[in-house]
């Protein structure tokens, strides 16, 4: 392999990275006022609500949308009077009622919330989420802690992240050491232990395992200790955009914390004094260009949708069309609107581009983004002739031209032995080239009603071009006859035209034509009588199905049975004689507990097999069988060890 090819592989990947990594520089959308809306409506129950936490967020929630509160003073009374109840006071609610007056501003304080939080600074053995509440909480109050309790809660985080250093113990760790100052350096390093934990998906949006609500709490904690040790945090700038995505797709969120936790969220990324994601997209999705609309919008902004300080310039580097990759633009300013400063505005229509879809790179300041519009065109009929021709297509057909839009004076007459032929081509009408749509259908629809006034038969064809761009149409009567039921008349001809990039779409009837059809076969009349024949309910009450068992099989005769029994029975018989002839040492049988026990016990463990092959089934004849099998056991052991004692005596 040569040193040219190796470098035109290196500058390939190279390239490739890089648009990789620009097409990760922007966000994909924006808080719009139609989402902040959205979340007013859900904060707005919250503001009248007796739970403290309720009330929480959505004092905080209207506080980051900007919107005044319109009841602060009940509110206000209303903390207060749980503030005063010390027998009720509990950390979880202290915090929240501090960080509800902070978010206010203009609440009366009371003492026994600082008391409350400061109580579990001072013992020993306080949760992580207590240590939270109460450090927060204290801030939120402009209580300072003195040096020596910053000391105990860095300890106290250090050990219990030593235990347990899930991703909520990490956010809880990055927000009390926000609130610690220059101590708070203790929890940089493990900023790094909760970045690698997070999932991408898709290639667009990065999460934590557990959702919206400890993806916005970690991205807050991390951001608010990162401005606090004025230090960039180990997050790329393509992470931080895929977090913001993440963030903005769960716009839907229908709960005041959630709305709340996601507002805090993307408020901390977007005032960050270190790393702000831009968001560079069309203004207006799903508008066509075209020579009436020859303006494409650009809306360039934070992801709050507030305009940019720090962009002065937006220049769109290329404009290239989806499919053949020809460029029409390179390197075009675009115009700032004179009346929103997040606006910017590009004529592509002066390029002159094709109809089609074209993807154009935006840069603004350091960020760059690809948006995709599509240029319309309008599609005019350079000509179209319909008429008939034989079936067999021994003779050329007879077609008569009609004029868009127009319809034919006369009416086309055609029996089974003919066909419907139509010819028409369609044209770029800037262009004046032949071009394709997606959608050509030539409709035949009867003209007139039954007597019971119900519409008669429709049929949609799909007309198919040739190599030319000429679309054929072409509907033998006699084989067509079964999509219309062989119901002879008059049916109007219309032409369907549709597409994406077209600005006129039209359906345009053209003309009338009278279809004779043949008689239906026996074999037609006989399928159509069974089509109209009532269906059966597929609802009603089906017949109770009832389980068949197999019938027993025959038993043999009552003389085989008891002969096969006794022939089961001849071995314990013989075992009898034999011991009457030999003669059994009853004599010598020893005469203690285990003895009896042993050979009770294996008796009863003979007479269990029996009665299990009688009615017992397997489980239950288990559950016997240990219990004597256990006792059965012990027995046999202590009597042989009495025999063996009893042989070695001797």
């Known amino acids: 392999m040569n040193i040219s090819l190796l470098l035109l592989i290196a500058i390939t990947q190279i390239t490739i990275c890089l648009s990789a990594n620009e097409a990760q520089q922007s966000t994909n959308s924006y808080l719009t006022v139609a989402d902040k809306a959205h979340f007013k409506k859900i904060l707005e129950p919250g503001l009248k609500s007796n739970d403290v936490s309720l009330v929480y967020y959505a004092v905080y929630g209207y506080k980051l949308l900007g919107e005044t509160l319109p009841n602060q003073k009940d509110i206000c009374d209303s903390l207060m009077k749980v503030a005063k109840d010390e027998t009720n006071l509990n950390t979880e609610k202290a915090f929240f009622i501090a960080s509800t007056w902070k978010a206010i501003g203009s609440c009366p304080n009371n003492p026994n919330i600082a008391k409350v939080l400061l109580s579990v600074v001072d013992k020993d053995g306080s949760s992580m989420l207590e240590l939270y509440y109460a450090v927060n909480g204290l801030t939120a109050l402009s209580q300072k802690l003195p040096r020596e309790k910053i000391d105990k809660v860095v300890k106290a985080m250090q050990s219990m992240l030593r235990k347990d250093d899930n991703l909520w113990n990490l956010g809880y760790t990055f927000h009390i050491a926000s609130d610690l100052g220059a101590s708070g350096v203790v929890a940089w390093d493990r900023i790094e232990d909760a970045i690698v934990q997070a999932d991408e998906v898709d290639g667009q949006y990065l999460q934590f395992e557990g959702g919206l609500s400890v993806t916005s709490f970690l991205v807050n904690g991390i951001l608010k200790l990162s401005n606090t040790l004025k230090t960039k945090p180990p997050l790329t700038t393509v992470q931080t955009v895929k977090m913001a995505n993440y963030l903005l797709s769960r716009r839907s969120v229908q709960t005041p914390k959630g709305v709340t936790n996601l507002l805090s969220a993307l408020t901390t990324m977007a005032n960050s004094d270190i790393e702000k994601p831009a968001c560079i997209t069309l203004a207006n999705e799903g508008i066509g260009i075209s020579a009436q609309q020859p303006l494409v919008t650009v809306k360039v902004c934070d992801i709050l949708g507030n305009s940019l300080t720090s962009v002065s310039k937006v220049i769109a580097n290329s404009a290239t069309r989806v ?328």
């Open 323 to 650: 499919g053949d990759d020809s460029v029409v633009l390179s390197k075009q300013s675009l115009q700032a609107s004179p009346t929103d400063k997040t606006l910017y505005t590009l004529n592509l229509m002066e390029t002159k581009p094709e109809r089609g879809f074209y993807k154009i790179s935006i840069t603004a300041g350091t960020v760059t983004n690809t948006v995709t519009v599509k240029v319309l065109c309008q599609v005019m009929v350079d000509y179209l002739e319909i008429g008939t021709g034989d079936a067999d297509q021994t003779t050329q057909p007879k077609l008569s031209r009609v004029t868009y839009p127009e319809k034919l004076t006369n009416k086309i007459e055609a029996d089974s032995q003919q066909k419907l032929v139509m010819r028409f081509l369609l044209k770029d009408g800037a262009t004046k080239k032949n071009m394709r749509t997606h959608q050509a259908f030539v409709r035949l629809s009867s003209a007139s009603t039954s007597n019971d006034g119900k519409k008669g038969h429709e049929i949609l064809f799909v007309a198919e071009p040739d190599a030319s761009h000429v679309y054929k149409f072409d509907m033998p009567v006699g084989s067509a006859a079964g999509n219309f039921d062989h119901q002879s008349g008059d049916y109007n001809v219309e032409l369907i035209v549709g597409d994406a990039i077209l600005n006129n779409p039209f359906q345009w009837k053209l003309a009338t034509v009278t279809l004779k059809f043949p008689e239906p076969t026996s074999a037609e009349r006989i399928d159509k009588s069974n089509s109209h024949r009532p269906k059966l309910d597929v609802y009603s009450t089906k017949p109770e199905i009832k389980h068949m068992f197999r019938e027993p099989e025959k038993r043999p005769p009552a003389f085989v049975s008891n002969l096969f029994t006794g022939l089961c029975l001849a071995p314990v018989l013989l075992l009898l004689i034999l011991w009457a002839k030999l003669g059994a040492n009853i004599s010598n049988f020893p005469l203690s507990v285990s003895a009896f026990t042993f050979h009770t016990g294996l008796g009863s463990i003979f007479v269990l097999f029996g009665i299990f092959w009688l009615k017992l089934n397997m489980f239950v004849t288990l559950r016997y069988l240990l219990s004597l099998g256990v006792v059965t056991f012990l027995a046999g052991n202590k009597l042989l060890s009495h025999i063996a004692h009893k042989h070695k005596s001797r």
